[in-house]
Structure formats: C-alpha cells, structure tokens
C-alpha cells in the first residue's frame, strides 16, 4: 500500500503498532513510542550492510517483529529511514555507498512489505531526521532545513510542511555544496561544505594542523574545550562554513530554521559562538531571523522521523 500525501505534522506515536527503523552501515535501530512520546520498546542489531540487501530486510524485518512484541501491539505499519538515495515512492534505494552490498537498486520497502504483511514507508535517512526533528525540536515551523553533521555531511528540506525529494530524490544535499575551501571532497571534488563539518573532516584538518594522524571529532572537541588553539580553528572553521551553508539555503527559500544533528552537533558549545558571530555579519538580506539550533532527538531522531513519515503516507490528505 502506497499512498503519497503531503501535510501538517502529526505527533510522533506508534500505539497503533507503528514501528519506526533506522538502517546504517553498521546497525539498524528500531523504535516504538506511545502517544505521550514515551518509549515502548527499542532495539538494535548489527547491519549486514557487507551482505547484501536481503540480509539487510530480513534483519529489519526480524527487528521490527522483535520490538512490535515487546510495544504489546501488533504490527500494523513500518516506516524507515535508510542510507543513500531513496525512492521515496516505490520504496527502492537508487543509490548507494560502496560499503553497502548488493544495496542500490534493491527494492527496500516491497521486501521488506512482502516480509511483513504490512504497509512499509522508505524515506532516506536524512529526510526522516528532519521529519522527526522537526516535529519535536521546530514545532510549529513549516519551513526548516535540516543537516547532519556525521561522518559526511548530509541535508534535507521541508517546505510548506512537507519534505521537498526533487525531480531525483536529491533535494537538500548541502554537504556537497561548493565554495568553502580548497580541500578534496569525499564525492571527489573540491571545496564543499563537507571538507569543514563532517566529524571526518574535523578530525582530518586539525591532523592536519598538529603532524599528526587523523583522529575522531570527539577528542579534538576534548582537546578545543582545553584551550588548544588548533582544535579551537577548526571547530571554528566549521562552525562558519555551517552557518554560510545555512543562510545560502535560508535566503534562497525563505527558511527561517535551521536544525543541526549528527555527532558533531554533540559539539554545539563549539559550534554555536561562530555560528552566532556568522550570522550577524553574513545573515540573509531579506532580514528575516534565522535559528540555527542543535537537534534534540540524539540517536532516535531518525527511527522517530521514519514513524512520522509512515503516518504521513497512511492518512489521508484531508484528514491533516
Ligand atoms: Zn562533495
């Protein structure tokens, strides 16, 4: 079952049986919650992403099944946020990184219906953490830019209430924006918003700074909030890359927020004075405020955003 509606944000619950899943290269998560935001049941387990796309399903699938028993309802939809380029409609993954085999071009979402026997809802994991951050950190807002800042640097967009996919699905991908540096990218060009804010990037260019060799974003966060002025740069460096991205997406479409997640955003003390210092020398002409503000959903704002995608997808359009 297939149903395309756009609409106004609904409360992230799955007492009716509603499950939401979050597929990475390395675990797929899952969760259920009750109408209250309470947490019924959650689990996880290792992604089989170097296996293939039906190990992949039926993982999620058994997860699914796993935390509908334990929530005390049973399964009636599931909704997924997964890595790389999504089909959103069909449900099949366009695209995908080299560590995932056997991924793009696997049609996630009829498996994994076909596994269960209910109505499954694909979105990219990117575009989900938007749904779900959103709905609880930007109530209220109908227009809001998300970016995660993880081991890449990913993006998405909600306009008017609904995610915005583009004619590709591509809508969003800020990371690969160009112009903030002169450092190779991941994708293999030069200069993206990537190169400064991925957790990657950070730990690469303080190496860079020190001699020495790469390290996670996490120690050079440590290592800034003792004084160490390399450490300081390049959170700095990010923190201002972050923010022009933002005001370039806000002044083209009129965003007035922006949510940041990902593990970097773990690092908002870091990030948040340049970000404030960015904003008030490069802020969108129009004049119009723009929050950037970190996420708060932590490590369920995917699974959270894929339930809401779900519900979205299951209610009609004149219910909203
Ligand atoms: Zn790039």
């Not at 694909?122 to 930007?138: H, P, Q, Y």
């Not at 591509?170 to 990537?194: F, N, V």
């Amino acid at each position: 079952m297939r149903v395309q509606v756009e609409g106004t944000a609904l409360p992230i619950a799955s007492a009716d049986g509603v499950i939401g899943i979050d597929i990475g290269g390395t675990k797929i998560a899952g969760i259920a919650v009750a109408e209250d935001g309470s947490v019924l049941a959650r689990g996880s387990v290792p992604a089989p992403a170097s296996v293939g796309g039906a190990a992949m399903a039926d993982a999620a699938a058994a997860l699914a099944l796993d935390i509908a028993a334990r929530s005390g309802s049973p399964l009636t939809a599931v909704g997924v946020g997964a890595a790389g380029v999504i089909d959103h409609e069909t449900g099949v993954v366009r695209a995908a990184s080299a560590t995932f085999v056997d991924w793009a071009g696997f049609p996630l979402g009829d498996e994994l219906s076909a596994r269960l026997s209910v109505p499954v809802r694909v979105e990219n994991d990117v575009n989900a953490f938007l749904l779900g951050e959103a709905a609880r950190t930007a109530p209220g807002e109908r227009d809001v830019l998300g970016v995660m800042l993880g081991t890449g640097v990913g993006g998405a967009v909600i306009i008017d209430g609904a995610l915005r996919h583009g004619p590709h699905g591509a809508a969003g991908e800020i990371g690969h924006t160009p112009g903030y540096s002169d450092l190779m990218c991941t994708c293999g060009q030069i200069g993206h918003l990537e190169t400064l804010a991925s957790g990657t990037s950070i730990g690469r260019r303080y190496a860079e700074r020190i001699g020495a060799t790469p390290l996670d974003a996490r120690p050079v966060a440590d290592r800034a909030r003792g004084g160490d002025p390399d450490a300081i740069a390049v959170f700095r460096a990010a923190g201002r890359a972050l923010a022009l991205a933002c005001a370039s997406a806000a002044t083209l479409l009129d965003l007035p927020c922006a949510i940041v997640g990902g593990g970097v955003a773990e690092a908002w003390d870091l990030l948040a004075p340049t970000i404030a210092e960015t904003l008030r020398t490069d802020a969108p002409v129009s004049g119009l405020p723009l929050r950037i503000v970190p996420a708060t959903l932590g490590g369920d704002a995917v699974a959270l955003g894929a339930i809401e995608a779900v519900r979205r997808a299951l209610v009609p359009a004149d219910a909203h």
